[in-house]
Structure formats: structure tokens, C-alpha cells
């Protein structure tokens, strides 16, 4: 999925505003009734296919044969032009002879003029009269003097004559009271076409229905954190106020009821050319998994002009594996002044180990006022080992409510031996939701001695989905005996990915099995358990001691070879178990020599019993003085039975050597 977009298709800037003038000036004049234009005999039907020039020379023939309706018509001609001059005897003239659209329009010249209250008598006059955009303009007159009951009067008479801009102008008022008929007139110039309203209609019923409660079904918004460079997604404090924010995309859920409502209206305003109305319908879809379709709105949206929506369709294009033309997005955005694009432009040089640039842009958006920026600043200066420039940026986005920020900051003090300093820090982050703070608190406490906040901050971290603190409270309610408790915990952390956790669980659930009868000759070899299953997934990890364990059954079940990889793993990784036990497979294969070997490994890492079989090998072969000196190892580092051992076999290889 591939987004195009070409510069020249962008809106000149002082083209746009003149036409946002011009077009300001056309909602407010008033056209000449059909019915009314008449030249002489001749209808003007076929107006339409007439050429301007055309029109206007006929309008002028005719306004000066007294035509009311040509006076009328040619003035508003002129005045839509500009020509101001040459509108106002026209228009002064129709208005004399009690035209209601010339009275209206009359009044346009002059608010154009700056004659504001000679304009408002001329709108009076065509209200009055029944001029739905006089009304308005009137309405609009006195809210702009303060005079909101006037305001409203006038707006409401232009409102119920179905003038959109007219009701679009009474809602604004009305919201602004706070009065709860806003959104019937909001209705009615949407319905009218009014892209501002559409607009501001499908926000009200989107909060409507976001802000209430929907249920146990009822979701949220969340979005990822810019974390180290080289992660560039969407700001914590959410990607557009006032959107929807795109989430991780799932399974496509149709919206119901005023939300299916809302985002039609964003539809409507959106086709209608209204960017901020694409910019959130891109974001709705985008969060319903319709990527091509979101990216379709965010495009048109940044074309128009704006940056948020630039941003946005940088990140998807990003994510469908295009990060040229996002680079080109994001530079767009990040240049009218959006800090989330200066960010991923940020992430995104770091990540290819552009510093220097990655440096500006997160300098960049930190101006904009991006506090990811600062935060991502402190890690590419703690990844250059400048710690005080990255304590100076971890600061500045801590003080501003970054929560990750204000861990990185304690972690930082902490290492520096300021534990105290830390600590508030670790607090904050905690409070304001931050994981790994409350996981750091968890250690922070421990290392005190103090077991039991250790363990409040552990289950709060546990709770939010951290792996290791999960570890942590299994280990404690392994230690205070509640294994149910215990097992919960350890299932939540091995399914995280702590090998640990894995081979803890493996060891409960070993615990409970029952001991395994006598082999039976020619039965079937038994499914692996669910504790082998555990211990398997953290050998697999590296645990050495899961290792060990999934050897040993391996060699309860006869299947040796299984049983020497294992056990060779754990060795050659440092086990001294590991190593004592292949040198027992060995030995029994009849590899005496590689045994000992193994054993000499383990017992040099304080195997006492690894010491005793070579003692003994020792022994076997004759060498006295030998296996006198791994006796003498192999009871200095015990247990006790091995010790009992070793001591009757040296005194028995001593009278072997004195006898």
C-alpha cells in the first residue's frame, strides 16, 4: 500500500485566501429570485449556458431601462467580482425600489466598506422583509457587539427559513451557552450540506457516546509510547485532540448507533473538503484495521494542509514497510510545526545511527512542544554515555509528566548512588502508571530489606502485565507456601518469557506428580508432561537448571541421547550438575575416559559428589595417592553422606598404601 502525493496539488497560500475571502463574501449575498429575473419579455432560462460577459451586458441593458430585477442582479454580479464601486448604485438603486435581495446585498458592500452600522440597517430593512441571509448577517452583527439576545433572535429567524449558515450560527451560539438545542441546529445545516457543521455535529455525538459508559464491552483508547530511538510511535498523550487515536490493528468492529452516526457526518464533511473532518475519519478507520481506505482520508487531509494528518499517514506508511515516503511526511508535518512528526523523523535517523540529525529533530520537536522529544533526547545521550545532558532532557520531560522519562531519570540517580534522589522519581512514574517504576520501586525496597512494600509494588506492576515482578510474587507466595497463588503468577511470567518463571513452574507442577511406577516391558512410551513442557521451554531460554531437569527425564524415559544433549548444554554453559550427570551417562556407555573429564569439570566447580566417582575411578585404577587427594575434595565440599563416603574410602586406600 502505496500513498502518493504531489506538491503542486497543495493550496498557494495567498491563493487560498483570497478565495477564502471571496467565498465568505458569496455565503452572505443574496441571489435574485428566479421569478424576479426578467428582461423585459424574455425569460433567462437558458442563463446558464450564457457566457458572463453575455449575462452582464443584458443585465445592463436592462437596469437601464429601470429592470428592478437587472438592478438587483447586476449589482450582486458586481459585488461578487469586487467591484464595489461599480455594485453600490446599482444595488442603492434596486433597494429604493423595495428589493429585499438588493437591501441585503447593499448591506454586504457597506460591512465590506467598514460601515458596519449602516450595514446592519440595510440587513434590518431585508429581514425584515423576510431575507433569510439578511437575518443572518444581522444575527451575526450583534453577537459580534455582544448583543447575544439580539443575536439570537435574528439568527433563529434565519435558522427556521432553512438557511444553513444561519443555523450553523445559532448552534455556535447556543454551544457556547451551553444550551442543549445547539445540536438540533447543528443537525439542520448538516443536513443542509454545512461541512462545519457536519463536522462539529459527528464530534458532539462521538463524545456522547465515547464518554458514556457502554457496558463490560466498553474499550478505551491506547497508544504506544515513543520509547528508544528507533521506535517512533504515537505520543502517549495521543496523536490528534480531539481524535479518536489509532490504535494496534484488530479484528474490524462495525460502530453502532450514535458512533455509526458520527462517523457518517465525518463522511459527509469530509467529502465536502473539511481536512480536520478526513483527518478523524482516517483515524476511525485506521483504528478499525481499513488502512487503505484511512490512508485515503489522511492524504487528502494533508494535501489540504494539514500536519497532523501528514503525521499520521507517515506512521502508516512506515508501518507498511514504505519508510522513504513516510521520511517525506513526516519532513512535511515536522516543517509547519508538528512535534509527533519531528519525533519519528528523530527515531527514525537514529535508527539508522544518524545521531547528529536524529539529535535536531528531537531538538525540533521538543520546541514544538513534544515532550517524547526531550525524553528521546535523554536516551540518545544516555546511549552515548553523556550522562548529565541525559539527566538535563530525562528532567525536562519528567517535570512535564512524562512517566518514562521520570523512571529513566531515577534509574539514573539510582546508578549514581543516590537512592533517596530516586525514589520520589520511581513514585511519580509509579502513580502516574509507569510499569517498570513500579517493578523498580519492587527492587528499591527489597534491596532495603523491606520485603513487604517490596511486594505491594511488585503485584501492582504484576497486576499491569510485567513479567519479572510476576516472577517476584510467585517466589514470595512460593515462600509464604500459597502455591495456588504461586502458580498463577509463575503461569503469567513464563508466559511472558522468564525462563525462570518457566522452570519454577515446571518444579511445582513436578512436585504434584505422582512417583512413577515400575517400568513395565514393552509399554508405551508416555506423553510428555506439562512440567516437562515447562522445563523444555526454559532449557530452550538457557536456564541451565531446566537443562539439567529435562535431561534427567529424558533419561527416566530411556531416551538417552535426548538426555546427553542436554545434559552436554548445561555442562559447556558452566553447569557443574550438568556435567556430573553427563559424566553418569557416559560412564555407563562405557566412555569412562570422557566421563571423567566431566567429572574433574564439576568437581573443580565444588561438585562433592563429581569428586567421590573420580575418587573412586581413582581407586579402581590402582592410583592410590590419586584417589586419597579427590577424597580428601570431595569431603571438604560434602554434603554430608558424600563427605561420610569419601572419608571411609581414604582411610580405606591409606591402608592400602601403608599395608
Known sequence: MVFMGDRATLLETGRFVQRHARNAADEIIEAVGVADVVLGTTAVADADTENETETEARHRRAAERGDLASMSALGAMLLRRGDLDGAEPHLRAATAEGDRAAANNLGVLLHQRGYADEAAGWWRVAAVAGSAPAAHALGRHHRERGDEPAAEYWLRQAAE???????????????????????????????????????????????????TPRGPHATGTRLPVPGAAGNAARSAAGVFPGVLPA?????????????????????????????????????ILEQRGELKEAGRWYLSSAKEGEARAACALGFLLRDAGDEES?????????????????????????????????????????????????????????????????EQWYRRAAYAGHREAANALAVLLLQAGDANGAEPWFSKAAEAGSVDAAFNLGILHAGRGDDRTALVWYERAAAAGHTEAALQVGIAALRDGDELTAERHLRCAAGGGSAEAAFRLASVLDARRPEPGPAVLGASREEKSECEEWYERAARQG?????????????????????????????????????????????????????????????????????LRLALLAARRGELTEGRRWCAHAVELGPAEVAERAARLSEALHQELTA
Open 161 to 211: 427559513q432553512g438557511h444553513a449558515l444561519g443555523a450553523y450560527a445559532l448552534a455556535d451560539l447556543l454551544e457556547h451557552r451551553g444550551d442543549v438545542g445547539a445540536e438540533r441546529w447543528l443537525r439542520a445545516a448538516a443536513e443542509q450540506g454545512h461541512r462545519e457543521a457536519a463536522y462539529r455535529l459527528a464530534m458532539a455525538l462521538e463524545r456522547r457516546a465515547t464518554d
Open 326 to 390: 513516510a521520511a517525506v511526511w513526516w519532513l512535511r508535518a515536522a516543517q509547519d510545526g508538528d512535534g509527533n512528526a519531528a519525533n519519528a523523523l528523530g527515531a527514525l535517523h537514529a535508527a539508522r545511527g544518524e545521531q547528529q540529525t536524529a539529535e535536531r529533530w528531537y531538538r525540533a520537536a521538543t520546541d514544538a512542544g513534544d515532550v517524547n522529544g526531550a525524553y528521546n533526547l535523554g536516551l540518545l545521550c544516555a546511549a552515548q554515555d553523556r550522562i548529565p545532558q541525559a
Open 247 to 283: 490504535g494496534p490493528a484488530g479484528p474490524a468492529v462495525e460502530p453502532v448507533g450514535e458512533l455509526a452516526e458520527a462517523e457518517q457526518w465525518f463522511r459527509q464533511a469530509a467529502a465536502r473538503g473539511h481536512r480536520r473532518a478526513a483527518l478523524h475519519l482516517g483515524a
Open 543 to 611: 536456564h541451565r537448571r531446566a537443562q539439567v531437569r529435562v535431561g534427567m527425564l529424558a533419561a527416566a524415559r530411556g531416551d538417552l541421547a535426548e538426555a546427553d544433549r542436554w545434559y552436554r548444554e548445561a555442562a559447556e554453559a558452566g553447569s557443574r550438575n550438568g556435567a556430573f550427570n553427563l559424566g553418569l551417562l557416559l560412564a555407563r556407555e562405557g566412555s569412562e575416559r570422557e566421563a571423567s573429564l566431566w567429572w574433574t569439570r564439576a568437581a573443580r566447580a565444588g561438585h562433592g559428589r563429581a569428586a
